[in-house]
Structures are given as C-alpha cells and as structure tokens.
C-alpha cells in the first residue's frame, strides 16, 4: 500500500516523487526498466529552450528558468546546467517579418528575447553561413544534462524517503466506480496488487496511451516516435558556443562537453519489430547532417560519430502536453504528450502536478493542458 503510486521513472516521476516526500507523503515509485532509460536518458544533452516555444508553455518555462538556476543545490548532485544562450537562426525574408511579434510576445511573457541583425548574429556565431540573415536570441536559454539530472533527482526523491522499485513494470488497475483502489505490477518476477491510498500519478511516457485505452477506455490523442540524435565528431572548439534552433530548417545543434557536436531537432527514426525499438533510417542522418551543415559549413567536414533513435516520446495532436485527470478514473493524474520538448519546462511543471496531487485543486498555470480542451 502506498498513498501515492507513480508509473514511470523518468525526470517527470522522479521529480513528482521528490516533491512528494519532501512534503513527507507516502510515495513509491515503479519503474518498467531503470531510471531514465526512457527518453529523460540518452546521448548527450538535452535543451533546457523558451526560443519558439508554444505560448501557453511560456509561463512553465519562467518558472522553470528560476528552478534550474540552483537545481543542483537542492537535489545534492550535478545537473550539467548552463545557460549558453539560443539563437533561433533565420535565413528567409518571409521569416525575419515576423520574428518582431515573436520577440514582442517572448518579452511580454517574460523570457528575454533580442532580434538580432544578421552582424550581430555572427559577432556571437563567428563560423555561421552567410545566408543567415538574422536570428532571435534568448541569453537565458541553456542544456542540462538529462540523464544525470533524473538520477540525480530519484536520489534526492530516496533521500527524502520515497521508495523507488525498479524492474517493476505497471500492468494494470483496478477500480471501484471512478476511484483506482490498486495498481498491478510485476516486481521481483512476481505479480503484485499494490493498494492506492490516495492518488496515482501515471508518468510513463510511450506507454500511458495504450495502458489508458485498456484500463480506463479513453483514447488520447497521441503518438508515438522515436526522435533521432546524433553526435558528429569532436573539433575542438566546436564551432558553435550557443544553442542553436532554426526558423523554418529541421534543426537543432548543441556542442557538447566533450567538444563534439549534437544535431537534431525534429528527424525520426523507424520503429523495429525485432528489437522492439527505434532504429536509424540512412536518409534521415544525412537529412539531418547536411541541415546542420547548410548553417555551419564547418560542420560539413565533421564525422557522424554516433546516432540513437531508441527514445521513444509521444507527441499530442496540438503539440504541448495532456496535464489532467481523465473520466473515469478520478484519482489519477495523467501527464504526456510532452512532444520532444518537455525536459525544459520539467522542473516547474513537475512542482505544479505535485501541488495539484497535494492539494486536489489544478494550479491556474497548468489549465492550458487540460483534457477538456479537445472538445468542442
Ligand atoms: C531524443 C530526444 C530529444 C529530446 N530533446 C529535448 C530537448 O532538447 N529539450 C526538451 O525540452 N525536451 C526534449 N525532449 C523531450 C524530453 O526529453 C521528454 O519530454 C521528457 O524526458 C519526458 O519525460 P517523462 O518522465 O515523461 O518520460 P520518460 O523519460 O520516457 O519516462 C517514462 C518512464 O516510464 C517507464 N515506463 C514505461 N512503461 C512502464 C510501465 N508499464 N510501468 C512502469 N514504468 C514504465 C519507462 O521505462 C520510462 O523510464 C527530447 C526527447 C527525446 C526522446
């Protein structure tokens, strides 16, 4: 028996759980596999972004800004945060026209935001293409290294007196009327029926849509894919010291502590019966390099040194998260859909689901996400 009851161990379970014991509540944690080998683990780092970011998210990532800064203080362990700054880089006519009201709206919701003519873009990128013509800058934007900062977090959450089981994955829930009286998990090669004091947090990322759909009968609008990253050799210094994002390119580059650099932003992986993960597609890595390429030529020259698509994230059809209870199941709180850019907002959004778990009633700042919003 457990008061609270948390599906999944990534970053969003293990700071759910932390705050939760901080509070001194009962709270157990189960998690299919190890921490964070979902997609809070992986290669290299992940970008802690409120450049281009949906508006609704702005608020999250304010706070969050704040939370980050000192993160590593309150958990005891490192989290590899550093504010290296994002420049959203523009090379279109059609683009620069609009990035004013970007810049405007970013500012308005309290994230520094400069609109940067294409001289100043290359006084802070020196090695940027010609054909950049601009770009918006956000001083506070930075990378956390993803997987130590979730291990980091399930410690501090153990420390302060949650129990966290590994290996254990969730199978199922029982009800009585619209209340889950007990989750089913397999622990220890074993089939176990834990009992749910008072509330379920189900956190376990490309797995909630299908365990919703059989336990409580509710199709979410999501799905699944497997976001390809790369890291190209190292060339020491790289040639970028900044985050970088893109106005209209599949793009996203970020030079790592061991002087290579990682390339993503938004090319896929294929899903593989046979490992049961995602696995690279050829054109999807050079897609991918020569994107980076067309804006640093440097990069041309680099080696693909490792590319991974075995995290899975699910993505909602409107692009941010589902944070809510679902019918049928009154106390359960569901949050998903992160949409390849949850890492950043994680620390706030994690404290906000974990003061709705506490106080039973949904923080303003997270009514943008609600379930209802899908119907008309
Ligand atoms: C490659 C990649 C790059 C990304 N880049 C960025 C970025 O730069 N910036 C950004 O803001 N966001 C980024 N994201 C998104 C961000 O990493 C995720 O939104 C975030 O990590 C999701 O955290 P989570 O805790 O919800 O899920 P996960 O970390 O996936 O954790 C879910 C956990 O649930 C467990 N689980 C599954 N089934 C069960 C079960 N039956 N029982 C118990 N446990 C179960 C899994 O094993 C997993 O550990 C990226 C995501 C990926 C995959």
Redesign the pocket.
């Given at each position: 028996m457990a008061d609270y009851v948390i599906?999944?161990?990534?970053?969003?379970?293990?700071a759910i759980a932390w705050e939760l014991a901080k509070a001194g509540e009962e709270t157990l944690l189960?998690?299919?596999?190890?921490?964070?080998?979902?997609?809070?683990?992986?290669?290299g780092?992940?970008?802690?972004?409120a450049n281009g970011r949906d508006l609704r998210e702005l608020p999250l990532m304010r706070l969050a800004y704040d939370i980050w800064l000192d993160l590593h203080e309150r958990i005891g362990g490192f989290t590899g945060y550093r504010r290296l700054g994002h420049l959203h880089l523009i090379e279109r006519e059609a683009d620069l026209a609009g990035a004013p009201a970007q810049v405007w709206m970013q500012n308005r919701q309290g994230i520094e935001s400069h609109l940067l003519e294409a001289e100043q873009s290359r006084e802070l990128e020196p090695q940027l293409s010609e054909n950049v013509i601009g770009a918006i800058y956000c001083p506070k934007d930075g990378?956390a290294d993803?997987s130590a900062t979730?291990r980091a977090i399930a410690e501090a959450a153990r420390e302060a007196g949650a129990q966290i089981i590994e290996n254990?994955?969730?199978?199922g829930l029982r009800r009585q009327g619209d209340v889950i009286i007990s989750i089913r998990?397999t622990i220890d090669g074993k089939d176990r029926e834990i009992e749910v004091g008072k509330q379920v947090i189900l956190?376990?990322?490309?797995?909630v849509a299908g365990?919703v759909r059989d336990n409580i009968g509710i199709e979410l609008p999501l799905w699944r894919?497997?976001?390809?990253?790369m890291a190209l050799a190292a060339d020491i210094p790289p040639p970028m010291t900044h985050l970088i994002g893109h106005a209209h390119r599949t793009l996203?580059i970020?030079p790592l502590p061991d002087g290579r650099v990682m390339v993503?932003g938004g090319w896929r992986g294929r899903w593989d019966e046979a490992s049961g993960q995602g696995e690279p597609v050829a054109e999807q890595v050079e897609g991918n390099r020569l994107q980076a390429a067309a804006v640093y030529p440097a990069l041309a020259e680099l080696e693909v040194d490792e590319v991974?698509?075995d995290?899975?994230?699910m993505i909602s059809v409107d692009g941010i998260p589902i944070i809510d209870t679902l019918p049928g199941a009154a106390n359960m709180l569901v949050?998903?859909g992160?949409?390849?850019?949850?890492?950043?907002?994680?620390p706030a959004a994690a404290k906000l689901m974990a003061r709705w778990a506490l106080s039973g009633e949904r923080p303003e700042m997270l009514a943008s996400f609600g379930y209802g919003r899908f119907f008309a």
């Open positions: 599906v999944g161990g990534g970053i969003y379970g293990c189960l998690e299919a596999k190890s921490i964070a080998s979902g997609a809070s683990g992986g290669l780092e992940r970008g802690v972004r990378v993803h979730t254990a994955p969730v199978t998990a956190l376990s990322n490309a797995h365990f894919m497997w976001p390809q990253v996203a970020k993503s991974f698509t995290r899975a994230e949050g998903v992160w949409s390849g850019h949850g890492w950043a907002i994680a």
